[in-house]
Nanobody
Framework: QVQLVEFGGGLVQAGGSLRLSCAASGGAFSLYAMGWFRQAPGKERECVAAVSWSGGTTYFADSVKGRFTISRDNAKNTVSLQMNTLKPEDTAVYFC???????????????????WGQGTQVTVSS
């Protein structure tokens, strides 16, 4: 059973930065596409960034392009989300997710992901 644990959430002022990390255990991490999703109160969960198993393909939501970057370390079974120039609208619970199907064609699709972390709160104050 794959387990995902997110780290690094917290409270930050607008314009600041946070780095989220997700540690995976129990599966073939290097073969999984990994995604970061977020859900704000009253809104649907959305994919903000994702990376293919090789790291060669990435996806970013338009709202975070140029501000967020995603990286993975297959040797350490971790995926990270660097968030810069944070805005109050980035406030949400952020989830790490893994897609075990060895595909990079559905990076942004929530339904493609098989395993989910419990989430970490990110709050950006204005």
């Amino acid at each position: 059973q794959v387990q995902l644990v997110e780290f690094g959430g917290g409270l930050v002022q607008a314009g600041g930065s946070l780095r989220l990390s997700c540690a995976a255990s129990g599966g073939a991490f290097s073969l999984y596409a990994m995604g970061w999703f977020r859900q704000a109160p009253g809104k649907e969960r959305e994919c903000v960034a994702a990376v293919s198993w090789s790291g060669g393909t990435t996806y970013f939501a338009d709202s975070v392009k140029g501000r967020f970057t995603i990286s993975r370390d297959n040797a350490k079974n971790t995926v990270s989300l660097q968030m810069n120039t944070l805005k109050p609208e980035d406030t949400a619970v952020y989830f790490c997710a893994a897609d075990r199907t060895f595909s990079s064609s559905r990076l942004r699709e929530e339904s493609a992901y098989d395993y989910w972390g419990q989430g970490t709160q990110v709050t950006v104050s204005s």
